[in-house]
């Protein structure tokens, strides 16, 4: 009865001028959006009548501003409205996409200063989106924020999946904790080694966070639409279980320039019961405005081999001469430099990858490596390090272009910046233009050491602004971004889908980092994770666990096939060399047939950290393909092909872990059996531990037609 | 007796490995390196057997590195050689130069980390420079300076005409004192009010540095070929008047990134026991390197009127409109804004403009205030503050070219940047190519505000990487760049004679600024200081020293005229209003007649801080022209006229001070007279407090020939 009377005033409250509701589309959330008695500007969130996000603050502190922006607000108006569209992604985990949300937007006014602030809250059925917005105002015009106030306040010590916050990079491991267990283990948590590191705050945490309650609600807190803003981090109040955004700062602890009219990214709360919508969830992308690309044709999904693993595990070198302490452009001779004999971008070893993705059918060879600069690249906060136009006297750009073209392959070129950003937009028109005047249609683009100057970081508004510049000067040149390193994606491919692909996190190359490697269960996490805003160029296809170098990669040759479906990317690598691919070939016809398009998703398991299961539908075909990642523990799939077409008999190939199969000692035991199947069948797959399953389906008819 | 026997032992000294002597060619200089017992290299420098640079230290302190560069040095190799030619400059006070000096390079090695660091003295007739080099080397790659330590130790208790040392600024008033008094004038001598200034040090003062000594010496410290590294300045231990350099740090407190093979700019010491000399040296062009311009028949000196001092003053606006809050390119529509009626780059307004230049024979207008962003362009650190392409909607970019072109004028661009310096560099090509398009030869580029992004200042590495990168493109679109508030000139002008100005001190416009307004001495002393490095864009030929905003410009007319003369620079602007030109005809008329290049200069008479007396050669004729400029105390000249060609007979135009002219209450009180002289002419002539004379000599013939 008491619980009933509390309940009844605050519902009371909602009527109230200070106090507004908003519900989603199908009913389940609820957002409550309120002033306190100060007027601090606060909100809830409720899922089917369970607490997501209790009473949580919103506003800014200010510099040089007593009053900041708080509280002592008052509601001056308030719009409510509905949204309800598809769209069509030009590149996607499914052919349509539904945008379809309630919306409230708060304008609010500071009585004492008079001045506006509105809070846009937009509901969907998968969870709420929210953002701050300047109006044009004579009381409020530019404005340095000291940092963002806005409030997450958990309803419990909720399991998250974090990696501490960081100003440089996101190539962490996730620890799986209680978040009353966070600050105990973040020292473990913040392996040291990577080439630019900065953390904040023992209980700092980056985006995006995923969260399961006891009760079993699946939260994720993320961004949306990071453009000319710094990226968010999330900082808890550990005894309170409060995350409160903690952006990241310029050299001189400023967080934010704004300039009214102004809006922030969208902060987003992604919630269910059930985790694979979380998963299947678009709301990232439909808080991105649309495509600003018009024409759009010259987007394509790839498939792509590349000079790169070799590098990484060691067996070759980006560098082209060893013979000189260090190395400067323009005034270091290469043409007349001794080579090192083990540099990977030979006209060559090229040569041997192009006709490997000829014979294989992949769309593009990735050289990195193949211009002036690399003998002295890293760690040296050098500015002049790369002009991105200069090959190696053994690397013909024009001739392996032409190579290239005429067995219908294109190469994708390579930009590191070493930080240097500055030096990277200098030549970045220059960059573009050989990119087009040779044939690349696809930069990969690299980020790796500290932000030059000093003082800015890999997250900073400065820095974000760039990769913008970056993605949108591409998209002037017709050439697809898949920048490493850069901030992680808050869905702003969607505007510019010419952003393809990212890094953010840690991909396999950690796989060959020794010590310091990805856990087995790193790809049941990604997905729920990095992924959320955006494709990763996760690059997998590992065949060959033990590497080069003496480095051991955590998967067996199943969960590496897997990948291909479990880690949506319109932008997939086959990792490892020609020759492992031409020792496992019964393997390796996975990854030649799997799409790198897609009509359609299902999510069919998940569970963070333990598996993921994702059936998709090839683009403008009638062939699915599944994966199946697991994580540390064995582990039988039991999964209904529902999704296939009624009444329609598929082929299916499944390239499954052999009962003995592990990712540390028996990597490479996989079976591969066909089996006619349709949707009324049912299948039950063991996967072993790093291990997972790949299945693709052909339908009967097409399997005859298509010559193996 | 015991004096002679210790300088016995130091000139043993000199004869043994560890020291070296170098003579200057004429043999007045003597300068002595040699180690200390601990391997700290030393150097004293001596002048007609004067101290002129008492022992004083070399050498670095490292960022994460105990030893450092600073002892422990053993001299590995020396070697002496001589060096004698003339060139000559693109533009200039002479028409050749003659380069001559005795060099010597120590090779130092330091024993206990094998790193070598060289020392490159080079002894001209008028002073020293010296840097230090870095040869390629394995155990000295990458390196962060914590801070040079070159010292100059003073002799005594000199007189210094100086400025406060700071990062971001180079506009001050200079003080006259002792070195001992500085400390305790520091916080009067820096006024604030720039729109970014960083002081460091209450005995930090800025090069080019002028001194003088109770015996009579005049010393003068700067540097030369400042590229690629920060600026320097002094901090003065003035207990034993021992200044020590003082580089501008980056955001970490951070003075110098250096990857060797690399070197120094040259520390430079210019001396003499007559004042004129200072003013004649070449040594600065001398230590810079020759020009890497091939074709320079587009580099040409300028005479120009310009919509500017219109808006210093007061009378009208670089904005178009005060309708909004704030400005945003690209979103605000300045077609459909309300204009606020005093907008000075109008089309009628510049046509005036160009009409005037017309027919006064001036080669462009220059005008500012022409493109959209002026509404909000200051103190805000906004990024994206100006495009550099967008004119405003009363200002016809092609109509105004051709309009100026048809009566042979050019348009001076005008590219403020407000400290953004990324967004300038984002936008240079784009900028460029817009004048190349329309027929701007030059453009005054400014970089009021902080730098961009905060943590660098005006004058670290970074920001000085800018500026050469400014001045190098537009070389490559044959584009003169005269740019303002960026860091002080140290003779690149020679290896980029498109470098035809800068400002990097205290213009005419502080005239203009009230309460913080030039001393009425500031002329005698720029001379000595700023215009070491190169010339300045001081805007002079001020005839309404009562403004329109109420300031009072601290000058005469005759002052003002003298300028044109005294303040060599191959760009002159005549700064006031064409109606105030034609109240004053008479005097306007040496505007008209004064030339902007030169074949000959003769110092006649310099005291700094007092007065300047200079007599040129205009480029090309038998026409010479002759400025003095006098500081506060009334005085007369006793100039000898044998400067001028023997036997020649010449019409002298002698524009003065009227007897009862003074720089505060009687400003416009002038004379001007013809006279008939020769080479033997002596010429005896009044200056009033802040004023001067101007005189123009044409041979009679000439003359006769001229219509006025």
Redesign the interface.
């Known amino acids: 009865m008491k619980h009933f009377f509390l309940t009844a005033i605050l519902w009371f409250g909602i009527f109230s001028a200070n106090a507004q509701d908003l519900k989603s589309p199908d009913g389940n959330f609820l957002m409550h959006f309120s002033l306190e008695a100060d007027g601090t500007p606060v909100y809830k969130l409720i899922y089917k009548g369970k607490d997501v996000i209790k009473t949580s603050k919103l506003g800014f502190t200010l510099k040089n501003d007593n009053k900041s922006l708080v509280n002592d607000f008052r509601i001056e108006d308030t719009k409510a409205s509905s949204f309800d569209e598809n769209w069509k992604p030009v590149w996607g985990e499914v052919a349509s996409i539904r945008n379809h949300y309630n919306e409230l937007a708060v304008t609010l006014n500071q009585k004492q200063t008079d001045r506006k602030m509105i809070i846009r809250f937009r509901l969907f059925d998968d969870g709420l989106g929210f953002r701050y917005e300047f109006p044009?105002?004579?009381n409020l015009?530019?404005f340095t924020i000291k940092e963002e106030r806005t409030q997450f306040a958990m309803a419990g010590d909720h399991t998250a999946y974090w990696i501490p916050g960081d100003y440089d990079t996101q190539e962490y491991n996730y620890t799986t904790s209680k978040l009353s267990e966070i600050r105990g283990l973040m020292e473990k948590a913040y392996t040291k080694g990577n080439a630019s590191q900065t953390s904040f705050s023992p209980t700092g945490v980056q985006t995006s966070l995923m969260m399961k309650s006891q009760d079993g609600l699946y939260i994720n807190l993320h961004e949306a639409a990071l453009i000319n803003y710094s990226c968010m981090h999330l900082n808890l109040d550990d005894k309170n279980f409060v995350f409160e955004s903690w952006l990241t700062p310029?050299?001189?602890g400023?967080k934010g320039?704004m300039?009214?009219?102004c809006k922030t990214p969208w902060r987003t709360v992604i919630v269910s019961d059930d985790a694979r919508n979380i998963l299947a969830s678009k709301l990232t992308y439909n808080l991105n405005e649309p495509s600003k690309i018009q024409e759009t044709s010259w987007i394509k999904p790839t498939k792509y081999v590349g000079v790169w693993w070799e590098m990484i595990s060691g067996k070759s070198t980006w560098s082209y001469t060893d013979e000189?302490?260090?190395v400067?452009l323009g005034?270091t001779d290469f043409s007349k430099a001794k080579p090192n004999g083990k540099h990977g971008a030979t006209n060559t070893n090229v040569k041997k990858y192009i006709d490997f993705a000829a014979k294989n059918g992949f769309d593009a060879v990735l050289v990195e490596g193949w211009n002036e600069g690399w003998e002295?690249w890293i760690g040296?906060?050098?500015?002049y390090v790369f002009d991105f136009v200069t090959p190696y006297p053994d690397f013909d750009l024009k001739g392996l272009n032409d190579y290239a073209h005429a067995k219908h392959v294109k190469l994708i070129m390579h930009h590191e910046t070493s930080g240097a950003v500055?030096n990277y937009?200098?030549h970045m028109?220059a960059a573009y233009k050989l990119m087009k005047q040779y044939g690349y249609d696809a930069v990969k683009s690299g980020y790796v050491g500290n932000i030059?100057?000093?003082?800015?970081t890999h997250y900073s508004q400065?820095t974000n602004?760039h990769y913008q510049?970056a993605v949108e000067k591409a998209a002037d040149y017709q050439i697809m971004v898949n920048a490493h390193e850069a901030v992680r994606p808050t869905g702003i491919a969607r505007t510019y889908p010419n952003l393809i692909g990212n890094e953010s996190a840690r991909g396999t190359e950690y796989q060959a980092f020794g010590n310091d490697r990805n856990n087995a269960n790193h790809v049941t996490i990604l997905p729920f994770t990095r992924l959320i805003g955006g494709p990763m160029d996760y690059t997998p296809g590992i065949f060959e666990m033990d590497v080069t170098n003496g480095s051991h990669v955590n998967a067996t040759i199943a969960n590496q096939l897997a990948l291909y479906v479990t880690m949506y990317s319109p932008l997939q690598m086959a990792a490892d060399f020609p020759e492992n691919y031409e020792r496992f070939a019964d393997a390796f016809q996975f990854i030649k047939d799997v799409a790198v398009d897609w009509d359609d998703s299902r999510y069919l398991e998940a569970e963070p950290g333990q598996y993921i299961t994702v059936a998709r539908k090839a683009k403008g075909t009638d062939n699915w393909f599944l994966g199946n990642v697991n994580g540390e523990t064995r582990r039988v799939s039991n999964i209904d092909l529902g999704f296939l077409e009624k009444g329609k008999k598929y082929t299916a190939t499944i390239y499954a872990d052999a009962k003995d199969a592990n990712y540390k000692t028996n990597t490479q035991a996989y079976t591969i059996r066909k089996v006619v199947v349709t949707s009324n069948s049912k299948l039950s797959q063991y996967s072993a531990p790093g291990g997972g399953y790949a299945i693709s389906f052909y339908p009967v008819a097409e399997t005859a037609k298509k010559k193996r």
């Open positions: 044009q105002q004579n015009i530019y310029d050299s001189h400023d320039k300039q009214a009219p000189f302490p260090s400067q005034v002295d040296h906060e050098k500015d500055r937009e200098r028109d030059l100057p000093l003082g800015e400065w602004n510049y």
